[in-house]
C-alpha cells in the first residue's frame, strides 16, 4: 500500500472517529484492501457543485466525516460573507440521506447558523424555493440525483437559490480544503438553531407550480387526461401528486411498485428517467391504461421524462431535447395566442441542447440565451437580465426544465404539471404530444440529437479522459464523415475559430473543459467531460427540412444513419 495511503489509514485508526469507522476500516484491511486503497487514495473532491461519491469509510467516500468537514468549510464562507447566517436542508430518498442532512444540520447550528431542516425527504426544487423564501444565505441538499444506490451527495446553494458560482464556488472550495482534520469541525451545540419545517412550506410551492399555469381552462375540459406516473423510489410521490391534484387534473395512475421511497432502487438498476429500463414500469402501465402521457422523476425530482404514443400506437420515450422542444415552444406560443407575451420575454438553454430551440425562439420573436451546461448557469444570467428581460423558461438536454424565476434549479414536479397541461391541450385539439412534435418538426427543422457516455473507471480514468480531451484540442480533425469541420468551439480556452480561414473570436462564456466542432452541414458535435464521475460525454446534433409528416420515418432513419456514419468516422 502506498506510504500516504497507509498514513491516512493510520489517522483514521487513531483519530477521533467513531468506532463502528475503525471497525469497518479494520475489516477492510482483513478482507478487501483494493476497496480500501480506493477509500483513502484521494480525498473526495468538493467540486463547484458541492460532493458526490460511493458511500462508505474513507476520505475519497461519502460519510459522516467527509460531510461534517464540508459543512463547516461551507459555513465559514457564508458567515465570512454575510455574518449572520440562515441554511435550508433537504434530503432525498437515498440510504444516509436523513442521517448526512442531519449531520450537516448539527454542523451549521453549532457554527450559530439558524437552520431550517425538511421533516423528511423533499424534491431538490423545494430546497431551491425555501431557500428563497425564507431569506437564506445558503443551503445543502444530499442527493445524488440519479446515480446509482452506492452513491450520495451533498449540493450547496447560495442565498438566491441557486447552485454555487464564481467566485463563490471557488471560494467555498478553498475554505473547505483548510478544513484538514475531524477535530477542526465543530459537531455538536446550539440545537436550538434547528426549526423543523415541512407542510407550510409545501403548500406555498404547490401554489407557486399552480400559478404556472397558462391553460387552467382547458385542463377544466380534459380533467379525466389519462396520466401515468413514476416517482422511481424517490422524492418526487411528495409532490407531484398533490400538485396534479390542485392543477384539476382527476385521472392520475401511480406506479404501484415504484411509488415507495427506497434508496436501494429494488426495481431499477440505475434510477435515471433518462434510462428505459427504470420507465419501463410506467411503459407497460400507461399502455395497459392507454394512457394519454406517461411522466417519470429521478430520486431528487429534478429530472422529468415523458412517455407518449407514436403515430403507430407504441408507447415510445421522448429524448431530453425532444421533452425541452415541446416545453420552451408550448409556453412562447401559449403566451403569444393568449395575449401575454412580453417584448422583452427570453428563454434560456445549454450549449450541448438542441439548436432547434434557438428556431423557435426566433419564429416567436423571443430572445434566445445559451449558456454552460447546468443549471447554476441559467440562473446566473437570470440574475444579470433581472430587471431588463423576462425569463419564461430555461432548459437542457438532460431531462431539466426550469420554468418561471422563482426557483434557481431544474424543476421536475413543474416540468410534470406543465407537459400534462401540454397533453390536455393537444387532445383538446384532437392530437398528441407526438403528433405536436412532429408539427414542429415540419415546421421549424427535423432535429435529431443522440448521446454517447464513455466510463473509464479506476485510479487512472480521469486521466484518459483528459488525455483524450487534449487530443481533440491539440490537433483537431479537418473532416468527420467526409464533411469539413468548420469551426471550433474550445471553451476551455474561450476561442471560437474559423478552422478554414484561422480567424477567431472570444467566447463570452466561463472557462469550461468542453469542446464543439461544427461541420459544413451544421452538424454539431460536443466532447464534454463529467464533473462528478470518471465519464465523458459525447453529444451529436444532425438537421434537415421535413416537408410533410408523412415523410416522419424516411427523415428519422437518414437522421439516424448520419449520426451513426458520425460515431464510426470518430471510432468511438
Known sequence: MDA??????????NGNYDEATKAEIRKLQNEN??????GFYKNLEFGTGGLRGIMGVGTNRMNKYTVGMATQGYVNYLKQVFGDVKVAIAHDSRNNSRFFAETAAHVFAANGAKVFLFEDMRPTPELSFAIRTLGCQGGVVCTASHNPKEYNGYKAYWNDGSQLVPPHDKNVIAEVEKIASVDDVKWNGSEENITIIGKELDEKYIEMVHGLSVYPEVISKQQDLKI?????????????????ERFGFKNVYIVK????????FPTVAYPNPEESEAMSYGLKLAAQLDADILCGTDPDADRIAIGVKDDKGQWVLMNGNQTAVLAFNYLMEARRTKGIAKPNDMVITTIVTTPMIDAIAAGNKVNCYRVLTGFKWISELIREKEGKENYII???????????????????ISAVALLCEMAAYEKEKGRSLYEKMIDLYVQYGFYKEHLISITKKGMDGQQQIADMMEGYRNNPPSTINGRPVVMLMDYQLQVKKNLQTGEAWKLDLPKSNVLQF???DMTFISARPSGTEPKIKFYFSVNAPLEKAADFDKVNSELENKIQQVITDMKL
Open 4 to 13: 500516504l495511503i497507509k498514513e491516512k489509514v493510520d489517522n483514521w485508526l
Open 33 to 38: 484492501s483494493a476497496d480500501l486503497v480506493e
Open 228 to 244: 401515468v406516473y413514476t416517482s422511481i423510489h424517490g422524492t418526487g410521490i411528495k409532490m407531484v401528486p398533490p400538485v396534479l
Open 257 to 264: 411498485e415504484q411509488m415507495q421511497p427506497d434508496g436501494n
Open 394 to 412: 430555461g432548459g437542457e438536454e438532460s431531462f431539466g426544465l426550469m420554468i418561471g424565476d422563482q426557483i434557481r434549479d431544474k424543476d421536475g
Open 518 to 520: 461544427v461541420l459544413d
